[in-house]
């Protein structure tokens, strides 16, 4: 079986299409109660049993999880993932600012200018930040060896 109608319970070739023995054709609700009556949802026994029922006069009456279930199937949500900045306004904390600090002293300024390439167009306040923190230390680091080089 391909799809049950959920109308009268024949056979379907789509279950989003009308129905080749009653003519109905699903809108609104019926979509998600036709999207459960199809094999994305039921196994063929369930199928055929489906349409049985439906054909003896008993109007499938799904629960409010199986329609949100539906729902879901038909409209996919796009997934955020966990972890991800999406406010390009987010500041960098007190914390993450003296960890910078720390890394461009420890290793090298270029761990603060590689933050703020990386951060230019989707966190500019935080890239402004890492530039604003990272600048004068490598400048001061720069003076620092230029000082120790050539003196
Ligand atoms: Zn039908």
Known sequence: ??????????????????????????????????WLLSPSHLGQEELEEASARIAAGTFPKPSPELLAEARDALNPVPHTRVGEHHDPDAALSFKRLALLFAANLLATPLVGLTLWWFWRQRRP??????????????????LGWIFLFFR
């Open 125 to 142: 306040v935080a890239a402004k930040q890492a530039l604003r923190l990272t600048a004068p230390m490598a400048i001061a680091l720069m």
């Open 1 to 34: 079986m391909n799809a049950v109608c959920f109308s009268c319970g024949q056979d379907k070739d789509r279950p989003m299409g009308s129905c080749r023995a009653c003519g109905q054709k699903p809108v609104g609700e019926e979509r998600l109660i036709s």
